[in-house]
Antibody, heavy 120, light 106 residues
Framework: QITLKESGPTLVKPTETLTLTCTFS??????????VGWIRQPPGKALEWLAL???????RYSPSLRSSLTITKDTSQNQVALTMTNMDPVDTATYYC????????????WGQGTLVTVSS | SYELTQPPSVPVSPGQTASITCSGD??????VTWYQQRPGQSPVVVIY???KRPSGIPERFSGSNSGNTATLTISGTQPMDEADYYC?????????FGTGTELTVL
């Protein structure tokens, strides 16, 4: 059974850096064709893809947020982290991590999401 | 940047067929995934690679993709299908989600 869970601060101040951690089980980032991605959803709005890291270390970022995002993996710990710098109130959203299958091109399993509010 | 456009809302009566469209430039050249998101829940894949159903997804869900438009079709819509639906595709190395459609089962 594949599970993912996001963790991190629920409240950050404008200009601060956000770091979220995705801890997963039921699969390994040693496995070929597997990845973990981050997707966010502002309240009442659409899903927005942020970043993806593959089993082989390749990384992909949203072009519009590339300069503020860093995704890293700790394969032995079954964790993927996302860092977002210079947070703004518009970044208030539920942040999801998800298990990705490259062959099928799908985010097959999602975490429950964590709501991050950006406010002074 | 690449964009995927969906109608904001689609109403459907129980038992009828609902069609949700997703439009993007040369979308038919890409694989499209459809996600269902019920209120307060995380998204779930209902269709992938244009027309494949994951195990556990009812047969009433089907998909197609040609030209500039992909379509999610729900036949015999049930009240439990009321949710937001998002299409998703890759444009080179960028993942793009659609604008989302609220399916209302009246």
């Amino acid at each position: 059974q594949i599970t993912l869970k996001e963790s991190g601060p629920t409240l950050v101040k404008p200009t601060e850096t956000l770091t979220l951690t995705c801890t997963f089980s039921g699969f390994s980032l040693f496995s070929s064709g597997v990845g973990v991605g981050w997707i966010r959803q502002p309240p009442g709005k659409a899903l927005e893809w942020l970043a993806l890291v593959y089993w082989n270390g390749d990384k992909r970022y949203s072009p519009s947020l590339r300069s503020s995002l860093t995704i890293t993996k700790d394969t032995s710990q079954n964790q993927v982290a996302l860092t977002m710098t210079n947070m703004d109130p518009v970044d208030t959203a539920t942040y999801y991590c998800a298990h990705y299958l490259k062959a099928e091109q799908i985010f097959e399993h999602w975490g429950q999401g964590t709501l991050v509010t950006v406010s002074s | 940047s690449y964009e995927l456009t969906q109608p904001p809302s689609v109403p459907v009566s129980p038992g009828q067929t609902a069609s949700i469209t997703c439009s993007g430039d040369k979308l038919g050249d890409k694989y499209v995934t459809w996600y269902q998101q019920r209120p307060g829940q995380s998204p779930v894949v209902v269709i992938y690679q244009d027309n494949k159903r994951p195990s556990g997804i009812p047969e009433r869900f089907s998909g197609s993709n040609s030209g500039n438009t992909a379509t999610l079709t729900i036949s015999g819509t049930q009240p439990m299908d009321e949710a937001d639906y998002y299409c998703q595709a890759w444009d080179i190395s960028t993942c793009v989600f659609g604008t989302g459609t609220e399916l209302t089962v009246l």
